[in-house]
């Protein structure tokens, strides 16, 4: 089955600064991957997300590229606020079904 | 945008007794539902697939008769904790899809049994 591997798992910048967080998959077949960032106590919220016939997208500061060949994306947050720090998730969703496979998990914390 | 409604928000409940969480969407019908389990600092862990009308999909590992689903409507699934243990404490959370790929989450419910 599905198997999603996240890095790094804390990171921190300074606001202002860009993060990257990466994600790799292994299955070749899976055709959509969004991120959630999970506020504590809160359940996920999907922030950004793309599809396999898709190589970046981008909405305002976050932007999420896809390299299907190497089974693995990542996201990119430019211009970090505070309010950014939060859990963040990526996830992997096989072909064959609508499940959600979630990577482990990227603490964030933007210092002012 | 969708919107999925999770309650109660938080519940504390004895050792041997049952309790049951509530996941409606409010302004869509979601074929699937899911219920997912997340320990402090940790990852969400697929427990279940429920779709409208059938019986649900549990992932292995998962005791079925221990986490009872139901899926009544295309706006509501419950998921009832059978005979709650301290172990069961956890955060439990919902999601529900209409269509296409996409999943909308639900708020979560803290569980704590004592």
């Known amino acids: 089955g599905e198997n999603v591997e996240q890095h790094p798992s804390t990171l921190s910048v300074q606001e202002g600064d860009s993060a990257v967080i990466k994600c790799t998959y292994s299955d070749s077949a899976s055709n959509y991957f969004p991120w959630y960032k999970q506020e504590l106590g809160k359940g996920p919220q999907l922030i950004i997300d793309i599809r396999s016939n898709v190589g970046e997208k981008k909405d305002q500061r976050i932007a999420v590229t896809l390299n299907k060949t190497a089974k693995h994306f990542s996201l990119h947050i430019t211009e970090t606020q505070p309010e950014d720090s939060a859990v963040y998730f990526c996830?992997?969703?096989?072909?064959?079904?609508?499940?959600?496979?979630f990577g482990s998990g990227t603490r964030l914390l933007v210092r002012p | 945008g969708a919107v999925v409604s999770q309650h109660p928000s938080w519940v504390i409940c004895k050792s041997g007794t049952s309790v049951k969480i509530e996941c409606r969407s409010l302004?869509?019908?979601?074929?699937?539902m899911f219920w997912y389990r997340q320990f402090p600092k940790q990852s969400l862990m697929l427990m279940a697939t429920s779709n409208e009308g059938s019986k649900a999909t549990y992932e292995q590992g998962v005791e079925k008769d221990k986490f009872l689903i139901n899926h009544a409507s295309l706006t509501l699934s419950t998921l009832t904790v059978t005979s709650a243990h301290p172990e069961d404490s956890s955060f439990y959370i919902c999601s529900a899809r209409a269509g296409g790929t996409g999943s909308t989450f639900g708020s979560g419910t803290r569980l704590t049994v004592v």
């Open positions: 302004d869509f019908q979601a074929t699937t």
């Open positions: 996830a992997a969703t096989p072909r064959s079904s609508y499940k959600l496979i």
